[in-house]
């Protein structure tokens, strides 16, 4: 055992460069503590997006509400198994909640996570789908029609004022579930930024970074979702919706974009003692995955692509492309964004004076595999919600409210 340590530690102590700690030699924090943050971001935009139908009346987005409060849930099932993988004693993390701790950032995780799942979420999911599962109820065969009427408490009023009162209640959740939202992701950023000690996180700008990051993805997530899904389903894609969503989004990544600008220009301003070692952690173990992915490929491509779509006037087929290219660009700077904060604020040492290597592991609970199942499974969690509940309408549910 004695041996294989040595091995290892030597194997690492190939890849630093300078001094660093005996301590630091090991990243602490893995890839799965990467995908964490990107997930939940994910929830946080998605539902900032559907919050947009409801609270500010935006009805060319009405076709992709449904699919972004479900796409929501799936990815908020599976935002908390990356933090239970990493832990040591998984099993255990049901303490948190007989025993909180007003003062653990982390503990707090699992009440904010509750009520957000619990209290809006899936109150906003019931009362949005309570009339199409009392018509589904009606119509669908054994056992689907009793899985219906469990799920609506085995409601059957679809009357007018009913489904009134429906879409008022919709509303209220959606104004409690925007500042959720928000204080679901932008308490990450507050976590990292609330770490003095590591001059890489330490940032008042951190916890709105993330948020705005969040926000990017999540409408992204989107809007890739919806150009997949409408034409697999028969149904055409609604370039009046596709184009104001691309909007917010165009919005939403200058935000992001000045954020981050301003974040770095701060950090330039005060030039603290950590300065050069970060300039150096920037400019060779980021290299790629700080300029040319998140900042190239994630930020500034996108925006001029955008900046083209908008003002140049591309046939909707063009549009479609050039949008389609967008959001798979920018998920991909989001993750890097994410990968950068993680994993780069692990790589410099303490001392200023050295860097290290983060090794990614294959197999094992936090490698390669384990992230990329995480990453697959909300895919796979929302074509179940989609096939059980369809995000679009049915013709069936409107006709048995009209009658």
Not at 200 to 228: E, H, K, Q, R, T
Not at 231 to 238: F, H, I, T, W
Request: glycine letters at 6%; charged letters at 15%; one cysteine or more.
């Amino acid at each position: 055992m004695n041996r294989e340590l040595i091995e290892r530690l030597a194997e690492h102590l190939n890849e630093v460069t300078g001094f660093i700690y005996p301590n630091e030699v090991e990243i602490h924090w893995s890839i799965l503590i990467v995908v964490y943050p990107y997930i939940t971001g994910l929830v946080a935009g998605a539902f900032i997006l559907a919050s947009l139908v409801q609270v500010f009346n935006v009805k060319e987005v009405q076709p992709t509400y449904r699919l972004a409060l479900l796409t929501a849930l799936a990815f908020l099932i599976i935002a908390p198994l990356p933090l239970l993988l990493h832990l040591g004693h998984p099993f255990r993390s049901y303490e948190i909640f007989l025993t909180p701790q007003l003062g653990s950032a982390m503990a707090m995780f699992g009440f904010v996570y509750l009520w957000y799942l619990m209290a809006v979420l899936l109150l906003e999911l019931w009362f949005e789908y309570r009339r199409d599962l009392v018509v589904w109820s009606r119509q669908a065969a054994f056992p689907m029609n009793w899985l219906y009427r469990i799920l609506s408490f085995f409601s059957t009023d679809i009357s007018e004022k009913a489904v009134a009162f429906d879409h008022k209640a919709i509303k209220i959740i959606t104004l409690i579930g925007i500042p959720s939202a928000f204080l679901l992701h932008g308490y990450v950023g507050f976590i990292f930024g609330s770490v003095k000690a590591n001059p890489w996180w330490s940032s008042v700008l951190m916890p709105l970074v993330f948020l705005m990051s969040a926000i990017v993805s999540g409408i992204a997530l989107v809007i890739l979702l919806y150009m997949v899904i409408a034409p697999l389903r028969g149904e055409g894609v609604d370039m009046k919706c596709l184009d104001r969503i691309a909007s917010f989004l165009f919005y939403a990544v200058i935000v992001d974009f000045t954020l981050e600008g301003l974040d770095f220009i701060h950090r330039l301003y005060e030039s603290e003692e950590s300065i050069k070692i970060l300039s150096r952690l920037a400019t060779d173990k980021l290299f790629i995955s700080l300029w040319v992915i998140q900042i190239f490929l994630g930020m500034l491509l996108p925006l001029g692509i955008m900046i083209a779509v908008k003002s140049l006037k591309f046939n909707a087929e063009l549009r479609r492309l050039f949008y389609f290219t967008s959001v798979i660009l920018i998920q991909l700077g989001i993750f890097a964004t994410r990968w950068n904060v993680v994993i780069g604020g692990q790589l410099f040492s303490k001392s200023f004076r050295g860097l290290t290597t983060y090794k990614m592991e294959v197999v094992g609970i936090e490698g390669l595999i384990a992230a990329l199942g995480l990453l697959i499974a909300p895919f796979i969690i929302l074509a179940v919600f989609l096939k059980l509940f369809p995000a679009s309408e049915t013709a069936e549910a409107k006709e048995a409210v009209s009658s």
